[in-house]
Nanobody, 123 residues
C-alpha cells in the first residue's frame, strides 16, 4: 500500500513559478514509476510528467516541455513538479500517481493516486 499526499498548490500569476510536492509513504519510493497528472474543470484527467522507477527516464506532455520539471528525492520519499511560466489554461487539480513502470504511467494504468492539490493560474 502506498499513500501519496500532494502539497504546494495555490494561486500563482501567469509567468511566475510554483513547485508542487508529493510525499509518499508505504512501500519503498523507488519501487515505482512516479508521475503527475492534472484535471481542469470539465475536462478529463491528463498526463503531465513522469519518470521511471530508476529515475533515469523522464517523459513530459508536449504542452509543458521546457517549462515544467519533474524530480524526486528518494531519501525524502518525495517527488516534485517545478512549474515555470504556468498559463491560465493550466489551472487544474494536480495529482501525483505511481505505477509499476513508466509505460503504465503513460497509459494511465495507475496503482495509486493522491487526492490532488489545486493550482489556480491567474492572468
Amino acid at each position: 500500500q502506498v499513500q501519496l499526499v500532494e502539497s504546494g498548490g495555490g494561486l500563482v500569476q501567469a509567468g511566475d513559478s510554483l513547485r508542487l510536492s508529493c510525499a509518499a509513504s508505504g512501500r519503498t519510493f523507488s519501487s515505482y514509476a512516479m508521475g503527475w497528472f492534472r484535471q481542469a474543470p470539465g475536462k478529463e484527467r491528463e498526463f503531465v510528467a513522469a519518470f521511471s522507477r530508476s529515475g533515469g527516464l523522464t517523459s513530459y506532455a508536449d504542452s509543458v516541455k521546457g517549462r515544467f520539471t519533474i524530480s524526486r528525492d528518494n531519501a525524502k520519499n518525495t517527488m516534485y513538479l517545478q512549474m515555470n511560466s504556468p498559463k491560465p489554461e493550466e489551472t487544474a487539480v494536480y495529482y501525483c500517481a505511481c505505477a509499476a513502470d513508466l509505460i503504465s504511467i503513460l497509459r494511465t494504468r495507475v496503482d495509486y493516486w493522491g487526492k490532488g492539490t489545486l493550482v489556480t493560474v491567474s492572468s
